[in-house]
């Protein structure tokens, strides 16, 4: 057992920094005079304790428990650094997602700095019901699916702009105001969808509230996403309640 316990903490210290598998350890030598064995997960049994032989008795136990041993070890370790890769490469993808989506705005008039400053930007649009660059004015759709597919597309734009809420501005304010807004007025299917959404904002979807965006702070500005996604949620189904309806008319 103390011999088993040494290999073990031997071996537990070669992964935590890292020695690859696939070091010098002295597996491919027939004489067996260079095998590490706390290192080394060798096809000959034997090797894996330092033996040249297959053992018998104890040691044949030792062998199979030191066996199973590195063998568990060894995977969790392989698999931890899949993990690793696996999160860095979900942070690249959503690393290259925006910066696709910046320069894609910025080709259409959005400042470089608007994005991830808190501050003003130059963007200027003559259409009164658009802030930042890359968004539609919804109320120029009239097709129920347009207009919520209008004020999705929206919101992602200005979910990806605000690194989801984490970095806003003047423009991404006004925008998300007005949207929630108008959004929320939308009675579909003849109901108020988003009266609880909209209850929540009350003060910002005043006229005077809507003019005066610079008063949402970050807290409030993540909430009306939150709270805008749901709306968002709750006029889909009523417009499919709505078209199920139709249907058996």
Not at 47 to 75: C, F, H, Q, S, W
Request: glycine share 4%; aromatic share 6%; with cysteine.
């Amino acid at each position: 057992m103390k011999r088993l316990k040494n290999i073990f903490y031997s071996l537990l210290v070669a992964l935590v920094v890292c020695v690859p598998a696939y070091a010098d350890n002295g597996c491919e030598n027939d004489d067996n005079d260079a095998i590490v064995a706390e290192l080394a997960l060798c096809s000959t049994h034997a090797y894996n304790i330092g033996k040249t032989e297959n053992p018998t008795g104890a040691d044949k136990e030792l062998m199979r428990d030191v066996i199973a041993m590195k063998t568990t070890l060894i995977t969790q370790q392989m698999y931890r650094q899949y993990e690793q890769m696996e999160s860095m490469l979900r942070r690249l993808k959503t690393q290259l997602e925006k910066a696709v989506l910046t320069t894609g705005l910025e080709a259409k008039g959005a400042s470089s700095s608007g994005s991830s400053s808190s501050g003003s930007s130059s963007f200027k649009s003559d259409d009164r019901n658009i802030h930042m660059a890359g968004v539609k004015n919804c109320l120029n759709y009239y097709q129920d699916s347009e207009i919520l597919k209008c004020y999705e597309d929206n919101l992602n734009i200005i979910v990806n702009m605000s690194g989801n809420g984490d970095n806003v501005n003047s423009e991404l304010k006004k925008q998300l105001v007005q949207d929630f807004c108008k959004l929320a007025s939308q009675r579909i299917n003849g109901s108020d969808n988003c009266a609880d959404d909209k209850k929540d904002f009350e003060a910002y979807c005043r006229v005077s509230g809507a003019e005066k965006p610079q008063t949402l702070d970050k807290r409030n500005f993540q909430a009306m996403i939150d709270s805008m996604r749901s709306c968002l949620q709750n006029q889909y189904r009523a417009y499919n309640n709505s078209q199920r309806q139709q249907k058996k008319d």
